[in-house]
C-alpha cells in the first residue's frame, strides 16, 4: 500500500485495529476473572463434581486473553497482517473454554468471535468469525454433556420437560439420549439464533467494507496517475510535507524529462508516446520503488529518495537511462541531495537547471535543436537518432545545506 493511501486508511479506521482487538481482548480478561469469582461462589449451578481442570482452564483463557497485550506492542507484531488470523483464532479457543466450562451461563460469549471480526474491515475474517460462532453453539452444549459440567438439576429438567421419562435417566453417567436432547433443543436453536445474528451483522460490516474501498478507489483517483500508475504531483507535495512529520536525514530529489516526447506524439502518435512514458515510470519504479517516484507533468517525473546512497542513486539512474536507450528512448535528469532540513524549492530549481542542462547536451550531441528538426529525425529512417552521447549530471560530492 502507497504511503499515502496507508495514512488515509489508518485514518479512516481509526487506529490499527488489531490493537482494538487487544483491547477489546483485555476487557474480556476482567469478565473472565468476574466469572471465576461467581463460580466460586456457588452463583453458577453447576455441577457439584466440576471437574478440578475447568478451574485451570479459566485461568488459562484468562491467561490467554493478556497474552498479546504482554508480548506485541502497536509498533511490532500487531502490524503484521497475518496477526488478525491468530487473534481470531485465539477468540474461538477463548469462547469454546468458557462455553464448554460454565455451558448455558455464558450463551452470550458464542458472539465474542464476531464481535472481534466486526473490528476488521475484511470479508475472510468476518467469515471465520460467523463460521466459528455458529459452529460454537452447536458443540460447546455437546461438550459440555460430555465433560460433565452441566448441573444435575438442569438435566433432570431437560429430561422431565421434553419426553418424561424416568428421573434415573438424568443419573445415569452418560446417555445417547440425553446428548441428542441437548443437541436437539439447545445447540441447534443456539446455532439458528447465532446464524440470524451474524448474517445481519455481516450486512452491516459489508457495506462498511464498501465504503472503506470506495474512498480507497477516489483516494487512488486523485492521487495517481492513470496512464503510468504511478503517484501524481498532489502526492509529490504530500511526500514533500512528511519531510516535516518524520524528518530524514538527507533527501534526494531528482528531476526527470523525457526527451521528444512531443515530437514522438507528433510523429507516431500518441500510443507511441504513451509506450515511452509507461517505459520510463516502469524502470523508475523498479529502481527507486513506488512511494519515490512520480509524474508531475506530461513529461516530467520527479524522484524524492530519503537517506539516499548517493553512489547508487547515480548508478540507478544510469542504468535507467542505459536500459531505455536500448528502445531509441531518451531521459535527461538532474540530481540534487542535500542534508536535512533544507530550502526544497531551491532543491527543486537546482534540480530542474541541472535536467535543462543535461538536455541542451542530448539535442546537441544529435546535431538537432529541441523541437522542429526533431519530428524530422523521427520520420527519416536514413537518419536515425543515435544512442547515448551525454554524461549524466553527477550527484553532488557533498551535502548542501
Same mark, same amino acid.
Given at each position: 500500500?502507497?504511503?499515502?493511501?496507508? #495514512?488515509?486508511?489508518?485514518?479512516?479506521?481509526? &487506529?490499527?485495529?488489531?490493537?482494538?482487538? /487487544?483491547?477489546?481482548?483485555?476487557?474480556?480478561?476482567?469478565?473472565?476473572?468476574?466469572?471465576?469469582?461467581?463460580? /466460586?461462589?456457588?452463583?453458577?449451578?453447576?455441577?457439584?463434581?466440576?471437574?478440578?481442570?475447568?478451574?485451570?482452564?479459566?485461568?488459562?483463557?484468562?491467561?490467554?486473553?493478556?497474552?498479546?497485550?504482554?508480548?506485541?506492542?502497536?509498533?511490532?507484531?500487531?502490524?503484521?497482517?497475518?496477526?488478525?488470523?491468530?487473534?481470531?483464532?485465539?477468540?474461538?479457543?477463548?469462547?469454546?473454554?468458557?462455553? &464448554?466450562? +460454565?455451558?448455558?451461563?455464558?450463551?452470550?460469549?458464542? /458472539?465474542?468471535?464476531? $464481535?472481534?471480526?466486526?473490528?476488521?474491515? *475484511?470479508?475472510?475474517?468476518?467469515?471465520?468469525?460467523? #463460521?466459528?460462532?455458529?459452529?460454537?453453539?452447536? !458443540?460447546?452444549?455437546?461438550?459440555?454433556?460430555?465433560?460433565?459440567?452441566?448441573?444435575?438439576?438442569?438435566?433432570?429438567?431437560?429430561?422431565? &420437560?421434553?419426553?418424561?421419562?424416568?428421573?434415573?435417566?438424568?443419573?445415569?453417567?452418560? *446417555?445417547?439420549?440425553?446428548?441428542?436432547?441437548?443437541?436437539?433443543? !439447545?445447540?441447534?436453536?443456539?446455532?439458528?439464533? +447465532?446464524?440470524?445474528?451474524?448474517?445481519?451483522?455481516?450486512?452491516?460490516?459489508?457495506? *462498511?467494507?464498501?465504503?472503506?474501498?470506495?474512498?480507497?478507489?477516489?483516494?487512488?483517483?486523485?492521487?495517481?496517475?492513470?496512464?503510468?500508475?504511478?503517484?501524481?504531483?498532489?502526492?509529490?507535495?504530500?511526500?514533500?510535507?512528511?519531510?516535516?512529520?518524520?524528518?530524514?536525514?538527507?533527501?534526494?530529489?531528482?528531476?526527470?524529462?523525457?526527451?521528444?516526447?512531443?515530437?514522438?506524439?507528433?510523429?507516431?502518435?500518441?500510443?507511441?508516446?504513451?509506450?515511452?512514458?509507461?517505459?520510463?515510470?516502469?524502470?523508475?519504479?523498479?529502481?527507486?520503488?513506488?512511494?519515490?517516484?512520480?509524474?508531475?507533468?506530461?513529461?516530467?517525473?520527479?524522484?524524492? #529518495?530519503?537517506?539516499?546512497?548517493?553512489?547508487? $542513486?547515480?548508478?540507478?539512474?544510469?542504468?535507467?537511462?542505459?536500459?531505455?536507450?536500448?528502445?531509441?528512448?531518451?531521459?535527461?535528469?538532474?540530481?540534487?541531495? *542535500?542534508?536535512?532540513?533544507?530550502?526544497?524549492?531551491?532543491?527543486?530549481?537546482?534540480?530542474?537547471?541541472?535536467?535543462?542542462?543535461?538536455?541542451?547536451?542530448?539535442?546537441?550531441?544529435?546535431?538537432?535543436?529541441?523541437?522542429?528538426?526533431?519530428?524530422?529525425?523521427?520520420?527519416?529512417?536514413?537518419?536515425?537518432?543515435?544512442?547515448?552521447?551525454?554524461?549524466?549530471?553527477?550527484?553532488?560530492?557533498?551535502?548542501?545545506?
Amino acid at each position: 500500500m502507497r504511503r499515502s493511501e496507508e #495514512v488515509f486508511y489508518r485514518k479512516l479506521i481509526d &487506529t490499527n485495529p488489531n490493537m482494538q482487538v /487487544v483491547k477489546l481482548f483485555c476487557y474480556a480478561s476482567v469478565v473472565v476473572a468476574l466469572i471465576a469469582l461467581l463460580n /466460586v461462589v456457588g452463583v453458577f449451578h453447576l455441577n457439584p463434581g466440576y471437574p478440578t481442570y475447568a478451574y485451570f482452564a479459566l485461568g488459562g483463557a484468562f491467561l490467554a486473553l493478556l497474552l498479546p497485550r504482554l508480548l506485541f506492542t502497536e509498533t511490532t507484531g500487531l502490524k503484521n497482517p497475518k496477526m488478525k488470523y491468530i487473534l481470531m483464532g485465539l477468540s474461538l479457543v477463548v469462547t469454546l473454554i468458557l462455553v &464448554t466450562l +460454565l455451558n448455558y451461563h455464558a450463551s452470550l460469549v458464542l /458472539v465474542f468471535p464476531i $464481535v472481534v471480526a466486526m473490528q476488521y474491515p *475484511s470479508k475472510p475474517v468476518m467469515r471465520m468469525g460467523i #463460521v466459528g460462532s455458529v459452529a460454537l453453539g452447536l !458443540i460447546c452444549p455437546a461438550f459440555s454433556y460430555v465433560m460433565n459440567t452441566y448441573s444435575d438439576r438442569f438435566v433432570n429438567f431437560l429430561v422431565h &420437560t421434553t419426553y418424561r421419562v424416568p428421573a434415573e435417566l438424568a443419573a445415569e453417567a452418560f *446417555s445417547w439420549e440425553i446428548l441428542g436432547r441437548i443437541v436437539l433443543y !439447545i445447540a441447534l436453536p443456539q446455532a439458528m439464533i +447465532l446464524a440470524v445474528l451474524s448474517f445481519l451483522l455481516a450486512e452491516s460490516v459489508k457495506k *462498511s467494507i464498501r465504503t472503506v474501498e470506495n474512498q480507497m478507489e477516489v483516494l487512488h483517483l486523485s492521487t495517481s496517475d492513470p496512464l503510468t500508475g504511478l503517484l501524481n504531483r498532489r502526492s509529490f507535495e504530500e511526500s514533500v510535507e512528511a519531510l516535516q512529520t518524520t524528518p530524514p536525514m538527507s533527501v534526494m530529489i531528482c528531476y526527470v524529462d523525457v526527451n521528444g516526447l512531443h515530437e514522438l506524439n507528433y510523429a507516431k502518435g500518441h500510443e507511441a508516446g504513451d509506450r515511452l512514458l509507461t517505459a520510463t515510470a516502469q524502470e523508475l519504479l523498479k529502481r527507486f520503488g513506488e512511494n519515490s517516484v512520480f509524474r508531475v507533468g506530461g513529461d516530467e517525473f520527479m524522484l524524492l #529518495v530519503r537517506n539516499p546512497d548517493r553512489r547508487q $542513486v547515480s548508478l540507478d539512474m544510469e542504468d535507467a537511462s542505459a536500459e531505455l536507450e536500448k528502445n531509441d528512448y531518451h531521459i535527461a535528469y538532474g540530481l540534487v541531495l *542535500s542534508k536535512y532540513p533544507c530550502d526544497i524549492n531551491h532543491m527543486l530549481q537546482l534540480a530542474e537547471s541541472r535536467m535543462n542542462m543535461n538536455k541542451e547536451l542530448f539535442y546537441k550531441a544529435r546535431g538537432f535543436d529541441r523541437r522542429g528538426q526533431r519530428v524530422e529525425a523521427y520520420n527519416n529512417p536514413h537518419n536515425p537518432i543515435e544512442r547515448g552521447g551525454e554524461e549524466p549530471v553527477p550527484v553532488d560530492e557533498e551535502p548542501e545545506s
